[in-house]
């Protein structure tokens, strides 16, 4: 029996602190501080649809992995937190190389600014990449979504074997006062944001196990944050961040 083709229509656009795929949790709620705006589209854009919804404090997102969008899908994926040595099957795990693209993250709604046509979803605990289609929203309901006996297979704590935050994440009193002032002019909460991202190790898992010497000059990565670029590196210490610099004046 064929299968008829489903034709969706995004309701909405994401527009995140996450501005590239590198570095965004890999699961939602991990970086509370990571937050977005979900703008809704014509002709979704309208105050009757989503009157109610400021009564839940949590809802889910149905999304587009819209950069991998034109991939190939995988039957198996190698899961990071393996340590990328073993396969699985990709319906075992949450890669974006999917049969369909698809997402879904319960993130925490914070309010609903309503302007005229303009009607935005201010979202927060957010994995979402800027700028990714939203196909639907739901309430989340803790009642029906919570399953207290459910089983996590490999999946067992919140990312590769390690606590949140037990990386420790250093700052050098520029980059500090950086984000104080940051905060100040703008209201994000960047050292927040910077910690909690970073301390799930973003780096590429054969990374992780690589030992750090000493002596070794460091290896430097980088992340976007919103108008910002934040540069750090990996030392014996923890995660030392040391330069943040401004690359779009128009998003502040």
Known sequence: MSITPISLNPI??????FKEK????????????????????????????????????????TFIFHQTQSDDWLPTIRPPRLGGKQRLGVFATRSTHRPNPL???????DGINIKGSEICLKL???DLLDQTPVLDIKPYLPYADIITDATYGYADQPFDNQTPNKL????????????I?????????????????????????????KPIADNEPPRYHGISLWNLNIRW?????????????IVNTDNV
């Open 168 to 179: 420790n994440i250093l700052f050098t009193s520029d980059v500090q006062q950086f984000c």
């Open 103 to 109: 997402g879904l993250s319960a993130v925490k709604l």
């Open 181 to 209: 002032n940051y905060q100040a002019q703008t209201g994000r909460a960047l050292a927040q944001l910077i910690e909690q991202t970073l301390a799930q190790d973003p780096r590429p898992a054969y990374l992780r196990n």
């Open 124 to 126: 927060s605990g957010v």
């Open 12 to 17: 909405g656009i994401i527009h995140s602190c």
């Open 22 to 61: 590198f570095g965004i949790p890999k699961q939602s709620r991990l970086a509370p501080a990571a937050t977005a705006d979900l703008v809704l589209s014509p002709p979704f854009n309208r105050a009757e649809a989503v009157k109610g919804l400021e009564q839940f404090s949590h809802i889910w997102i």
């Open 233 to 245: 590196y990996y030392s014996t210490a923890g995660i030392v961040v040391d330069d943040i610099q």
